[in-house]
């Protein structure tokens, strides 16, 4: 009688690629930073739910609870597997999602890239750091203060500054124009360039490409 073969997890998931082990941590896990709901959705502070949206888009992830923080989809890019998040808590407890995704997934955190808006760069503008501080953004100094460490790679994405005089959480919770979407949405194609870069090429390199 053959002996029985336990199914692997990526046939178990939909996302099987026989070059792919899913014993081991994943290559790469993106969290894109934003707010939860319908409310948020269209706004400044979601530019990292919409390149998580995009990747799933584009490589057919369905993107699933998996616990109270956090929605994750998983799929392979360049031959390795990438893990998908998208935070279910309000950006300045980002940090709770990431904590758990590393234990899940036995991920080391200087795999873990964020990718979130950044009000200090133009609209469409592009900056990937390995590490950094918080830059006043409330999602990064959260998931700082979960894992006690600036070390990890980040993927800011300009939405633009304020009008003088303006309020600032007014303006990140509020929607672009069709002109600032359509850069938005070309930079966030880039990106989705990067993150096959850092796959198979160093941060430094892929940095010197896309920033």
Request: proline content about 6%; glycine content about 10%.
């Amino acid at each position: 009688m053959p002996k029985f073969k336990f199914p692997n997890l990526g046939d178990l998931l939909g996302t099987s690629d026989a070059s792919v082990d899913y014993r081991e941590p994943p290559a790469l896990a993106i969290v894109g930073l934003g707010n939860p709901g319908p409310k948020y959705a269209e706004t400044r502070h979601n530019v990292g739910f919409w390149f998580i949206d995009l990747l799933a888009k584009k490589h057919s992830v369905k993107l699933e609870r998996k616990h109270k923080t956090s929605v994750i989809g998983e799929c392979t890019i360049e031959g390795q597997r990438v893990i998908l998040v998208k935070p279910r808590t309000f950006v300045n407890l980002s940090g709770q999602s990431v904590e758990y995704l590393m234990a899940r997934y036995s991920i080391a955190l200087d795999k873990v890239l964020i990718v979130y808006d950044d009000i200090n760069l133009p609209v469409g503008k592009l900056r990937l750091r390995p590490e950094g501080s918080a830059g006043g953004h409330n999602g990064i100094r959260s998931i700082i203060g979960s894992t006690k460490s600036q070390d990890f790679p980040r993927m800011r994405v300009g939405v633009g500054n304020p009008p003088e005089g303006s309020d600032q959480i007014g303006y990140v919770i509020g929607k672009m124009s069709p002109q600032e979407r359509d850069a938005t949405s070309e930079a966030l194609q880039r990106v989705t360039e990067a993150v096959s870069s850092l796959l198979t090429e160093s941060i430094n390199i892929t940095m010197n490409k896309f920033n």
